[in-house]
T-cell receptor
């Protein structure tokens, strides 16, 4: 069985400050890891994913996440956030790149001016 | 546009009523899923299908039934709705080549 724990339910931050959203997982098999973002009243959008290869993965809008196998973590970071980054972020794990996903509880990121 | 379409987008049901949520995808994906999203609980898998004519239970299947008679459609049924089924329901499809695509969600309220 797999599980995902997002350590912070809410993260308030000021605009242009750095942010880290924490995600830990447990699994008895190899994992594929994902971060999804959900803007208010919208569906889920894939932000970035780790499938294999380099442990540092990046998104097109400045987010990055690092797969740390020894610490079973996949934390999401951004060096400077914008108001438009306000959303709920979900970490997810799967045993394949296309199979059923197990989600964390979500972290609401609120960026204040 | 290619993608996953969910109908309806909103619905209010009375306790004990039944309804069916429809999910349609036009990407020829083999795998399809139904999740429910509740505040503070993330998304939880209800049922899924790995191909036409197949279905399997997920994490929270009780009170729901599904069918996948055609590859492009995945139906989620509530036989006797309960207030605990008030939620936002997301359908998704996936393939080994293209990965996951989510629908825009169905907001269901059971009163």
């Amino acid at each position: 069985a797999q599980s995902v724990t997002q350590l912070d339910s809410q993260v308030p931050v000021f605009e242009e400050a750095p942010v880290e959203l924490r995600c830990n997982y447990s699994s008895s098999v190899s994992v594929y890891l994902f971060w999804y973002v959900q803007y208010p009243n919208q569906g889920l959008q894939l932000l970035l994913k780790y499938l294999s290869g380099s442990t540092l993965v990046e998104s097109i809008n400045g987010f990055e996440a690092e797969f740390n196998k020894s610490q079973t973590s996949f934390h999401l970071r951004k060096p400077s956030v914008h108001i438009s980054d306000t959303a709920e972020y979900f970490c997810a794990v799967s045993s394949t790149s296309y199979g059923k996903l197990t989600f964390g509880q979500g972290t609401i990121l609120t960026v204040h001016p | 546009n290619a993608g996953v379409t969910q109908t309806p987008k909103f619905r209010v049901l009375k306790t004990g009523q039944s309804m069916t949520l429809l999910c349609a995808q036009d990407m020829n994906h083999e795998y399809m899923y139904w999740y429910r999203q509740d505040p503070g609980m993330g998304l939880r898998l209800i049922h899924y299908s790995v191909g036409e004519g197949t279905t399997a239970k997920g994490e929270v299947p009780d009170g729901y039934n599904v069918s996948r008679l055609k590859k492009q459609n995945f139906l989620l049924g509530l036989e006797s709705a309960a207030p605990s089924q008030t939620s936002v329901y997301f359908c998704a499809s996936s393939s080994s080549v293209l990965g996951y695509t989510f629908g825009s969600g169905t907001r269901l309220t059971v009163v």
